[in-house]
């Protein structure tokens, strides 16, 4: 039995993976790969059921950063107290000793536009072939798809085929929706849309449609319960469901399927991934104050975070809790 997270939001093109092996000087890897489609679970906070190391994961992610995240095992138990200690004087912004849950809120919306930032441009000069400052789509597309384009009966007779003809007009239409004065030419702005469409308002059709793409198997233009399902549990051997599967269909058919007809609409997918009244670095520092307050002041003192260290950082810290100490524009 496979759990996929609370499903995911953009679809990934599983077939680059073997063009790019076949080919890696010709195409990239693809970067709209798929994330997750709820931004947090809908749980209160007061209610989550204990968590260990291994479900801190998305703590860690927010608080310091997707890519960093990654790189935590490096370090001992005592390297990342130490570090943390160093994150947690600058998130301190008034100095006073302690850190609010405003504070927490924007330091985590910091770290995510520092990621977006270092996504776009950790790939930028790869599709930016004639260095103007600019990715047109013609570039986009010969550097993602130009192996399979120049060598297309290598592919007639492998599902990957179907995937590259499927996944090309849809960069092409997310890449025109992003381009927004038309002119087939993405600019730093642009490109950004294009590569992270969640965190653009006018990009968020875009979100919601290729949802619905990827989870809508019977082309009816709706997802039903057993899509919803399928999309983040697969079935072995006709094995009995697990406990969080019977919950999700419960959820779907409480506070998904809003109409009560037994299926989502693109409205009641936007309400589901995308929540009007949702603020995730807001939850998220709440969580984070929630859970480390010892004595219920409803702030935090760098003590009472290093004691909850596994929580913000786990068994480890990251390269990220050095740079803290340098002066970061971005941040």
């Known amino acids: ?20 092996a076949l080919a890696p000087q010709a195409l990239l890897a693809k970067p709209t790969v798929r994330k997750e489609r709820v931004v947090r679970p809908d749980s209160e906070l007061g209610e989550r059921p204990p ?9 860690h992610e927010a608080f310091l950063g997707k890519e960093d995240s990654k790189t935590f095992d490096q370090l001992t138990p005592e390297e990342s107290k130490e570090r943390l200690g160093k994150i947690v004087d600058r998130i301190d912004n008034d100095g006073d000793g302690f850190v609010t849950t405003e504070e927490l809120k924007t330091w985590i919306k910091r770290v995510q536009k520092r990621y977006i930032f270092d996504n776009v441009a950790k790939v930028w000069k790869d599709y930016d072939r004639d260095k103007d ?59 950004t849309a294009f590569l992270h469409p969640e965190e653009f308002e006018h990009m968020k059709e875009i979100v919601v ?3 619905l793409e990827d989870i809508d198997k019977n082309g009816d233009g709706f997802v039903d ?13 006709n094995g009995p469901e697990p406990d969080w599967v019977l919950s999700e269909r419960e959820q779907f058919n409480e506070f998904r399927d809003l109409n009560k007809d037994g299926k989502l609409d693109k409205d009641e997918i936007r309400h589901w991934i995308l929540p009007q009244d949702y603020d995730h670095a807001q939850a998220e520092a709440r969580h984070l104050v929630y859970e480390s307050d010892k004595n219920k002041d409803e702030k935090l003192t760098k003590e009472e975070i290093l004691e909850n260290w596994n929580m913000f950082v786990g068994s480890q810290a990251t390269n990220y809790g050095e740079d803290l100490t340098k002066n970061h524009d971005e941040l």
């Open 209 to 211: 449609l290729e949802t």
């Open 51 to 59: 968590e260990d190391n291994q479900s801190f994961q998305y703590d």
């Open 1 to 20: 039995m496979a759990r996929g997270g609370r499903g995911r939001r953009l679809g990934l093109a599983l077939g680059l993976l073997l063009a790019l």
């Open 133 to 191: 400052d600019k990715i047109s789509w013609e570039e986009y597309k010969q550097a993602t798809y130009g192996y399979y384009l120049g060598n297309p009966a290598e592919f007639q007779d492998s599902s990957d085929h179907h995937t590259f003809r499927k996944m090309l007009p849809r960069d092409e239409r997310r890449f025109k929706a992003a381009d927004r004065d038309g002119d087939l030419t993405a600019t730093r702005e642009e490109f």
């Open 225 to 237: 319960q057993d899509e919803y399902i399928a999309d983040m549990f697969s079935h072995e051997e």
